[in-house]
């Protein structure tokens, strides 16, 4: 492995070379702290950007496709920010570039590309799909069959989209009320910093395809940052990139015990 210089290219950056339509999805909740910073940062720089990501925690579900049964929602959603008994799929009362819908990970993608995005959206297909960050590492192989992170970023890529999925090593799950402005130690909140990390790295990205796509047709991307410091020092706040490659890998070696007969 060896540190990536194309991913700091824009780190002294003030524009974006190409606004791109973007879709934000999580596991972890439409209110995610994580996923709303990601989702303000990416709409100052001048993208367009969505937001559709489940009403409650849908963690290691990877790519199971359920959607509700129910047309409303039968408990409130993380955090209360949504009801019981409000309807099943819905905009942010504040903010309609926001959405829930309750189901998987992998749902969201398929309801926002399918319907959300072309009812009611301003593009209806997104040029790149984000996933996360995710509350927590999804490090190693055998989170290809089980991070719902990961598994929202494989059903937009096997829809021909690229796709990021960002996780955190901050893996305490807080809604985006939490985040502060700065910290009791004079730093930027956790979530803000992992934001902006996520966001370089698509601005990199957009400035590499140079108007072209950001990724090819089948390519995707896992992100995983370290744990960020800011809430009580600065000895991780900008962390290097390391490049590397993950593919599936066999977990485990059958052998065959002779005393009980058994693997």
Request: charged share 10%.
């Amino acid at each position: 492995m060896r540190s990536h210089p194309l991913l700091f290219a824009l780190a002294a950056v003030g524009t974006t070379v190409q606004g791109l339509n973007i879709l934000i999805t999580n596991d972890d909740g439409f209110a995610s702290a994580n996923t709303r910073e990601l989702y303000k940062e990416l709409t100052a720089l001048g993208h367009s950007c969505y937001v559709v990501a489940p009403p409650t925690d849908q963690s290691d579900v990877n790519e199971c496709d359920l959607f509700t049964t129910s047309p409303v929602l039968l408990s409130n959603s993380q955090w209360d920010f949504v009801q019981a008994g409000a309807p099943s799929l819905g905009p942010d009362p504040h903010d309609d570039h926001v959405w829930y819908f309750n189901g998987t990970s992998t749902a969201q993608v398929i309801v926002a590309l399918d319907y959300i995005l072309p009812t009611f959206g301003t593009f209806h297909s997104p040029d790149l799909v984000l996933s996360g960050p995710n509350f927590g590492w999804t490090v190693g192989p055998f989170f290809y069959t089980v991070s719902g992170t990961v598994g929202a970023a494989i059903t937009a890529i096997e829809r021909g989209i690229p796709a990021i999925a960002f996780s955190s090593g901050n893996d305490m799950p807080v809604p985006y009320t939490w985040v502060n402005a700065s910290t009791k130690v004079g730093l930027r909140d956790p979530a803000t910093i992992t934001a902006r990390l996520a966001s370089t790295l698509v601005e990199t990205l957009v400035q590499k395809a140079n108007g072209g796509p950001v990724m090819p047709r089948g390519y995707g991307m896992t992100v995983n940052f370290p744990f960020i410091t800011s809430l009580t020092n600065g000895s991780c706040l900008n962390p290097p990139y390391v490049l590397t490659r993950m593919s599936p890998a066999l977990l485990g070696k059958a052998v065959f015990n002779h005393k009980t007969g058994l693997f």
